[in-house]
């Protein structure tokens, strides 16, 4: 079974939806004691970064999601799920869950670059596993965001797209593992993502 | 590199899709699901869904319209018609909407969309912006389905919804809306030139021509496609290829 963090700031719907897709059960999670219960998490991107953190650090998740990676749960963070791995964002005020070292920028302005970086990009795999298995190179993803990841080590590095820069697109830690794309969105290469990830154990 | 998105337009009125010419004398065309499940497999990049006849009192009509989209299709989807409040966004977001498409009410109050792109990220707020030409390069902003004149200058619209924290921007001429006459270029331009979040240019496709002269003449970052598609004039495979054969960059 697979749960699924609710922040209550929008679409986790359609992550649910395709993960039962996949013949695999799911939990809306609320509450941090349910984090006991499923083999693995996805914190889904929706919402805005102090919003998402507000609610996790209410809810008092922030210890409780240590434990379970330190456990070896497999983790999935989605867009902005992804992004509050991190020490900081530029997007809020409040500390990230400091999963990785590093933090989250805005976009800079440059010609030609519309923000938010909106629709299908390609994502070149710079280190191959048992998530990125099966899907092509440079395939294209759905991406929707202003902010992007920055980590501080660069050998988690395992995927990256061009947006007037080359930024960190897949993130992979042992089992903590982020995409800064939307899996659930983005047709059949997506979810071969998804379903490699729930294989995981 | 960042694709330009072919974006099929749903106008849906008692759960049906239907196309409007110049916003009346709307045509009833088919099921809504069918035709987004359809659009998914031939490569459509995102789906618009616009509830031309939405109300309060039909709002089940449309949480159970998105959640079946959601569990038909893994493209992002928005959509938009008689979004009144928060809690409106919540729910349609909560259903399975990517992006809502908020219209009248961001004229009259503005601070929906200040609100909900907090809450929920700039990423899924929409504006939508019906344009009518009132002279050289000015346009006046209409809200109501293109009923009703605002006063309000659309080039300044633009930048104030963008302020609010809009995620981009659904710009539709209200002159060249269902007649197949081309996109108005130089609206889209100019909005596109003013602001920096992505553009969808709507209204007035009526051949393959007219879409790559928006895209990029009109620097827009996606097209809304309605009739064209369909009434099967045109196919998206054949849309992407003949971009692509002219180097502006598509998802095949």
Redesign the interface.
């Known amino acids: 079974m697979t749960g699924i963090i609710n922040y209550g ?6 992550v649910m ?2 993960i039962e897709r996949l013949d695999e059960k799911t939990l809306i999670i609320s509450e941090p004691e349910q984090l006991s219960k499923v083999h693995r998490i996805i914190l889904p991107g ?3 970064f102090d ?1 998402a953190m507000q609610y996790l650090k209410n809810h008092e998740f922030v210890d409780k999601l240590k434990e379970e990676m330190k456990k070896g749960k497999p983790i999935l963070g989605i867009c ?1 799920g992804l992004q509050t791995f991190f020490e900081k964002s530029e997007e809020g005020k409040l500390d990230g869950l400091k999963l990785l070292r590093g933090c989250v920028k805005k976009f800079p ?1 440059r010609k030609g670059y ?9 994502v070149k795999i710079l280190v191959e596993s048992d998530f990125v298995g099966g899907v092509p190179n440079k395939s ?1 993803f ?5 902010y992007y990841p920055v980590p501080e080590e660069a050998n988690f590095i395992c995927g990256t797209t ?2 007037g820069l080359e930024f960190a697109s897949i993130v992979q830690k042992e089992n903590l593992i982020g995409v800064q794309f ?1 899996p ?5 290469c ?2 071969i993502f998804l379903e490699n990830f729930i294989k995981m154990r | 590199m960042l694709t330009k998105r072919i974006i099929p337009c749903l106008d849906v009125r008692n759960g049906k899709v239907v196309k409007g010419i110049h916003f009346e004398n709307l045509k009833v065309a088919g099921e809504p699901i069918s035709y987004a499940k359809y659009y998914s497999e031939q490569g459509a990049d995102e789906l618009v869904f616009l509830d031309i006849s939405a109300t309060i009192e039909k709002r089940n009509t449309i949480e159970e319209l998105v959640r079946n989209v959601a569990s038909n299709i893994s493209i992002p989807f928005t959509v938009g018609g008689g979004i009144k409040t928060v809690e409106d966004i919540l729910i349609l977001l909560e259903n399975g909407a990517d992006k809502v498409s908020i219209n009248t009410q961001a004229v009259k109050n503005p601070d929906i969309v200040y609100e909900s792109a907090k809450k929920f990220g700039s990423q899924c707020i929409v504006v939508a912006i019906d344009a009518k030409k009132t002279g050289y390069n000015t346009w006046e902003v209409y809200i109501e389905s293109g009923k009703k004149a605002t006063g309000i200058d659309a080039i300044k619209w633009a930048k104030q919804v963008e302020e609010l924290g809009a995620g981009e921007i659904l710009l539709t001429s209200i002159d060249t809306d269902g007649t197949q006459s081309g996109y108005d270029i130089s609206l889209t331009k100019i909005i596109t030139e003013t602001v920096k979040i992505p553009v969808i240019a709507s209204g007035g496709a009526g051949s393959i021509e007219h879409l790559y002269r928006v895209l990029v003449e009109g620097n827009a970052s996606a097209v809304l496609i309605a009739s064209l598609l369909h009434f099967k004039i045109l196919k998206i495979a054949q849309i992407k290829e003949f971009l692509r054969d002219r180097n502006i960059p598509v998802r095949l």
């Open positions: 700031a929008g679409n986790i719907f359609s939806n395709t929706v919402g805005a919003e902005l302005e519309v923000i938010p970086h909106m629709g299908w990009n390609s294209f759905y991406f929707a965001h202003s061009e947006y939307h659930e969105k983005s047709a059949s997506g979810l």
